[in-house]
């Protein structure tokens, strides 16, 4: 074999051993971000919905396919949970701060709550995204819509119950399915919760609690499922 070719062989393995070792790391950050999406349990399809925003256009579960986002039920007039929810929406919104997550916040007290209202609502508390959508529509397709989610909202025909409703938010994934971590016994938790509590475990529900341990947790696989 003459030299040439003895040279030749020996510039193509320096030049094949650095591309084959780029070719694994790149495959190895790939699979472990698989491996990470994967860890958040899929706990079943987004609910189709369709209803009006603070911009009165018109806001479907397909329009946010592509993107992550929250999903909470709320009213702008609460004056319990709604204020503490949106306040850490908007820290998660602060803190995320991508133009493919969003927010979907749909009111539950659609007579008061029109597009209007909830304009004037979402610049009260200082919304910046285009992505963050404050929802409003006929009140019984809003109660089908959160039995969907399996999400508490108070029987609209229940005077003492009808604004009543849950603190939990659904996260969404860019294919349109509801995700989910797993808790320390690995069940998954299937919501978040958008409360305050007294105490850095999320045991002792307080609205003018300190600790916000599931908000942590929430960007946390947002930013997972944004990779």
């Not at 790149?26 to 911009?55: A, R």
């Not at 397909?62 to 009213?75: I, S």
Request: with cysteine; charged share 25%.
């Amino acid at each position: 074999m003459s030299k040439n070719n003895k040279t030749n062989k020996s510039a193509k393995r320096k030049v094949i051993i650095p591309l084959a070792i780029i070719a694994l790391l790149f495959l190895g950050i790939g699979v472990g971000m698989s491996y990470f999406k994967k860890s958040l349990y899929t706990v079943m399809k987004v609910p189709n919905f369709e209803l009006t925003d603070q911009n009165n256009k018109k806001i479907t579960n397909k329009d946010m396919l592509g993107k992550v986002y929250l999903v909470e039920f709320f009213f702008s007039r609460c004056p319990t949970i709604c204020p503490v929810m949106n306040s850490n929406m908007r820290a998660i919104e602060d803190e995320i701060n991508n133009p493919d997550f969003g927010i979907v916040s749909i009111s539950i007290d659609p007579e008061n709550d029109t597009p209007e209202l909830l304009k004037q609502h979402a610049k009260r508390i200082g919304v910046k995204s285009p992505n963050w959508h404050f929802l409003t529509g006929n009140r019984d397709y809003i109660g089908k819509v959160a039995d969907q989610f399996n999400i508490y909202v108070g029987d609209k025909e229940d005077e003492g119950e009808n604004l009543n409703h849950s603190g939990m938010i659904a996260l969404v994934d860019q294919e349109g399915n509801i995700r989910c971590r797993y808790n320390k016994d690995n069940m998954p938790i299937l919501y978040y919760s958008g409360l305050n509590y007294e105490d850095a475990e999320g045991k002792v529900p307080k609205l003018t609690g300190k600790y916000h341990p599931d908000r942590e947790i929430l960007i946390e696989d947002i930013k997972k499922l944004l990779k």
